[in-house]
């Protein structure tokens, strides 16, 4: 009886524990998507490279992401779905350009990226159950935002974009 009383005791912990986000993780809500994340682990990999990477960015009157209103006044509808899409765009097209000769900044990017890749996977999750609905205005943000990128040659669009990360974890977190 004792026996049976202990295992259901470890099976509800184990099972709590297992709702609960891990440690340094914040639960994001991107309409009705929720994402454990650390932004925290990622701020602290960028912010130690970030003094490197915005001195290599050699335009610095353009902005990729504060692009007037990019990330400003989204619908909460719409946040999935412009998540989705950045974390997709930093992933395909960001950090795979970022390379440099600092083999630490290079960790750095990579650490990041990773995290990228198993945030961008939980929201591919959500898109593919049709939690994450892309309106128009999305949509036009969005297409702004590669625009933006577009304009400029591949390997300094990638450092921009990376050195303005930032931009992103802050909107990110107001949005939370």
Known sequence: MKGSHLFLYLFS????????????????????????????EIRSGFTA?????QARDPIRTLSILSYPHSLHRVKSSDRCCITHHLFNFYVDKVFKHCKTEDSYVNRKISSIANSFL?????????HEQNKCMCGQESAKKFKQILVNYEGLNVTSAAIKSLGELDILLDWMEKSR
């Open 13 to 40: 912990m184990s099972c709590w524990l297992n709702l609960m986000p891990a440690a340094g993780n914040k639960i994001f809500h991107f309409g009705p998507c929720r994402i454990s994340m650390s932004v925290t």
């Open 49 to 53: 490279i970030k003094a490197n990477i």
């Open 118 to 126: 198993s945030v961008k996977r939980k929201l591919g999750q959500c």
